[in-house]
């Protein structure tokens, strides 16, 4: 029975995982679908690429700052087949995976945020950085028990820090990581004209955008649910808690936006984003509360960075997942009060200490990584690459290569004999 247990667990993370993943998809079509045409191949590598680097990051080190774990010892010991400390059928080696997913999506995040202007390789050592270090540190500080952080403020409060699917650790800590990345590259060319104007820069494909916000929403409900870890700890109230919180956001963003449809869909993500903390505590009308809120904050919150602030990030990533997760961390704390529908255990001035705590190492992680890298390697692509487009500035190829390639009497020219081109483009 202890067998067939340990499996069901290891399918169940397993599971998680792959949703998960299945999320980076979305994060990919909502900036392919919500940048402009000549960026859209190099949102789609940064991505994947971007998931590789971090994978590798966190297993060589992240995952140890944040759980004292590594895995340099023999595949036996790591299956769980012998004495050594990991448990059977591989179940620490799913885990490793499914959180490698969340520690992944800090990059992908920002990813949305410096659209368009950043140069590929120091991004791809900003990736390794954050989620080798930064992430990990606040990560253990919060989930792994490490460092002493939560006995402290058991401690000091009589209650734990509690954030359930990563509101303030993945959402929020990546937004506002995102925010010393924004200001530190800076706006796109010609968005703001010298007299303050602000240049309108529509998406370029609201079915993509609107693909990337399912796939996100979809994959978002193994992001909440699984976050569970064991079969034992199976909630539906996560489930429903989650569902509830994405229709408030819809329908709240719907309104305040009147009808845009590029906030409508990702007032859904807003919603999901704020209930992530709390969705094993509160009540669905609390989830739902908490969702409609979510998105009419995203709506406000964008239109005020972008026009008011004049800080130009490209999806509204420091809006959507900074504000939303600091939103969603400070709402378990009031709607996972026993007076409002919720379980209980559940402290508003820890949550609050939390969530400050947790914006405040992404600040500095932020600003600090994105300046030194800045300096160092140079982190914005020059007048000439952005005026191009990062896809063949950076790539060498378009999204849509054939309509790029000249053509003279029926017959194509030159791309089989462009050394520039990359290979797939050279091929044949």
């Not at 540190?137 to 699917?165: K, P, S, V």
Request: glycine letters at 14%; aromatic letters at 12%; one cysteine or more.
């Amino acid at each position: 029975m202890e067998t067939t247990v340990a499996g069901i667990d290891v399918l169940f993370v397993l599971l998680g995982a792959v949703m998960v993943l299945a999320m980076h998809a979305g994060f990919a079509f909502l900036e392919v679908g919500t940048v402009r045409r000549k960026n859209q191949v190099n949102a789609l590598v940064k991505i994947m690429s971007d998931f590789a680097a971090s994978t590798c990051a966190y297993f060589f080190i992240g995952y140890s700052i944040a759980y004292g774990v590594d895995f340099l010892v023999s595949a036996k010991v790591l299956s769980g087949s012998v004495a050594g400390g990991f448990a059977p059928k591989g179940y620490d080696l799913v885990k490793f995976f499914f959180l490698a997913t969340f520690a992944a999506a800090i990059p992908a995040i920002i990813s949305g945020g410096i659209a368009e202007r950043a140069k590929f390789w120091p991004q791809l050592c900003a990736t390794v950085i954050l989620v080798a270090v930064c992430y990990p540190l606040f990560e253990g500080m919060t989930w792994g028990t490490r460092f002493g952080y939560q006995d402290w403020i058991l401690a000091t409060f009589g209650a734990n820090f509690h954030d359930f699917a990563g509101s303030v650790v993945v959402h929020a800590f990546g937004g506002w990581v995102a925010l010393g990345a924004v200001v530190t590259l800076g706006a796109r060319r010609g968005r703001y004209r010298k007299n303050g104007n602000v240049v309108g820069i529509p998406p370029s494909n609201i079915p993509f955008l609107a693909l990337g916000a399912w796939i996100l929403s979809v994959g978002w409900f193994g992001f909440n649910v699984m976050s569970a870890q064991k079969m034992d700890g199976l909630s539906g109230l996560v489930a429903l808690n989650s569902l509830m919180a994405m229709v408030g956001g819809i329908l709240s963003s719907l309104v305040y936006s009147r009808n845009d449809p590029g906030f409508v869909h990702n007032g859904a993500l807003a919603g999901l984003v704020a209930v992530c903390a709390g969705s094993d505590v509160m009540h669905p009308i609390g989830a739902l509360v908490t969702g409609g809120v979510a998105g009419i904050l995203f709506v406000w919150a964008f239109e005020t960075c972008q026009n008011r602030w004049k800080i130009d990030d490209v999806l509204g990533v420091w809006p959507l997942h900074g504000f939303c997760g600091t939103l969603g961390g400070i709402a378990c704390g009031v709607f996972g009060q026993e007076a409002l529908g919720g379980m209980g255990g559940i402290s508003l001035a820890v949550q609050l200490f939390g969530t400050v705590t947790g914006v405040a190492i992404a600040v500095v992680s932020g600003f600090v990584v994105y300046r030194l890298l800045d300096i160092s390697l140079g982190l914005r692509l020059d007048p000439d690459q952005e005026f191009r487009g990062a896809d063949l500035s950076i790539h060498h190829i378009g999204a849509y290569p054939e309509s790029d390639v000249p053509t003279y009497g029926g017959d194509t020219v030159g791309i089989g004999e462009d050394e520039e081109a990359p290979i797939s483009a050279r091929v044949g």
